[in-house]
């Protein structure tokens, strides 16, 4: 079963990756919390009740619900248009993440672990690679704040993967996700709405040398 | 002590964030300093103790704090003179001072952290401290000098944490789950070589946004370019020793390994690509605040250089990281001077510094020929150490690149340095010139000569303490 949710959360990215509007990205942003909460209720049955209680409400209540509400009141508030603005063709986006899939998984077919999840393994790398690659080839600021989510859920997911050893760094993941979403969210991203109306890239190009 | 310290410290932090009054913004500051030193002074007296579990006051730790101490002083006096000649309203100067104790807090008890999570969440507490630094003047420029920092920042936190998940993959076979460094050091044999590169990779790569090496370096620039002077010579050294710390102590778990001359590998391309990044930049660039910060992009290729080269050079990365620390922020705490004649940091706006500022104009003179490692500098001595190490492991490839690397810097370097003091500026309307009181460089000659001195007449316990970090690593 947590095979089934992971494999879900991995086309996810495919669909991540050729999705137009700024919604559909916040749409699968909720999906993959929710994938996330039945990972973890799956995955993570050994450790103990209020570890558990923790770890879902940061999945539900944190990634599904609070960020994409959020971050749906940034684009309402600041008018940003509606569109994501890529780089390069969506098309072209897609090879891509399915390489990334794929090199991934021939990557760790090389590894023999015993103690690893393999799949677990798969999906956290390949989602950690599609965020960096959304951060480089998409336009404006809120699409990079988006992309760095991506790579937060792939971090989560990695954490699970130790998560029945160690509980302690699967704590210390979700201090880094609230911390770091909530700082760059909510401190600077409601910043740079008041400085610069429909933030773009481009606006942050002053500093150089 | 260090529960009675952070307690002590972010307290006063806070107290400084809420407090409007000028007087009693004095007397947080200055009991912040006085309190600082005596946790210096009682970490420096019980050598390698353990508190909490969590942190020990081991010699490399030890050292920095001392360094850290010594340019708090001058820092904070600095970010006083910075306040009073910048017209600042309460609020931000409030906010200036509870965000420089709290990155000088949080640097300080991350050098003694014996454990990778403790940290790493104290090097996330010097994100949060240096981006209000950065964010200081409210503007455009400075807002997007802050994004870049907290977003770059960001990413290189999470590849730690991943490093550290990886770390953790190594453990499991040898069925330990104790993180701290101590425990790593001791168990080193049974850590799984394949997730130790792994982790390795991941941590370096995390901690070059402190220690300013590529590939993370690009955000340190922006923030020592947009933060006032007086912080900017915080990240420039403090902050970089933290990065160096933590990439020693993760690179000295690594040394007793079979896995060793691959990460000496991945160190060497990081320190070479980062010298010829500074080179390209320091040979054209215009503005010298960002000009002094390229430059410790070179300083710290150089020490990583050391690190990698093995034998003296990893004595020499230490005493080069303390010789840095004291020698660039003298630099930036003159900057706030050079400013207030000039009101540009653009090299075409300047010059002709001698006749408006006789002895601010020393200190960038001397401060130059410390920073490009020429001889009276303290530098001079571990740069000397870091090539003789390079060359005793048969690097002689490497050391040629660096050396003509290092003369083109020399180079830009000495032009715009020399325009500054010498060359008379196109236009400037010289009765709007302030007076500067020569006395406010006397913080930078006290930091250059130590450096010199240091160098050059070290102290038996100075030395002994360097020689007890560089036995963390193997012969």
Known sequence: MTDILLITFAMTLLYIGIANRLTTYIRILVFQGFLLFGVTFLALSQINVANLVFILLETIIFKALAVPIFLNYVIKKNGITRVAEPFIPN????????????????????????????????????????????????????????????????????????????????????MLDIFASVFILGVFFNKIGDVLKDPDVNQLRDLKD | MITLFLPLAILISVLLFFNRNKKVNYTLVVSYGILLWLFTIYQFNCPNQLELGFFKSDSLGVLLLVTLSIVAIPALFHGYRYIATHDESRKSRALFFSAMTLLLTATGVAYLSNHIAVTWIFVEITTLSAS??????????????????VFICAISITFVFIGILFLSLSLKQAGIDDLSFDALQKNYAQLNPFWLKLAFLFIFTGFTAKLGLVPMYTAGIDAKDKAPAPAGALFSSILMNLGFISIYRIYAIVAHTEIRDWANTIILIAAVLSIFVATVYMTRIK?????????????????????????????????HVILHAFVKPSLFFQFTQVYRVYHSKSIYDVGNYFKYNRAGAIVLLLGFISATAMPPSGLFVSEFMIFQSLFEAHRVVILFIVLILLTMIIWGFGSNIFKLLFTPPLEIDESRIPKINPWESFSQYALLALAIYIAYNPPIIFVQMIQDAVNLLPH
Do not use: C
């Open chain 1, 91 to 174: 098309f072209i986006s897609l090879i891509i993440i399915t390489l990334i899939l794929v090199i991934t998984i021939i990557l760790s077919s090389s590894i023999h672990d015993t103690h690893l999840d393999k799949t677990f393994f798969i999906v956290a790398l390949s989602t950690l690679f599609t965020g960096l690659y959304i951060i480089s080839t998409r336009r404006k600021i809120i699409t990079h704040v988006m992309g760095y989510l991506v790579i937060e859920n792939g971090v989560f997911i990695l954490s699970l993967a130790v998560g029945n050893e160690m509980p302690m760094l699967v704590n210390l993941g979700i």
């Open chain 2, 132 to 149: 209000i630094l950065i964010y200081h003047h409210r503007n455009a420029q400075a807002l997007e000098g802050a994004w870049k920092y």
């Open chain 2, 287 to 319: 503005n010298i605040k960002r000009m002094f910060a390229y430059s410790g992009i070179e300083h710290m290729g150089l020490v990583m250089l050391g690190l990698a080269a093995g034998g003296i050079g990893v004595y020499a990365a230490i005493l």
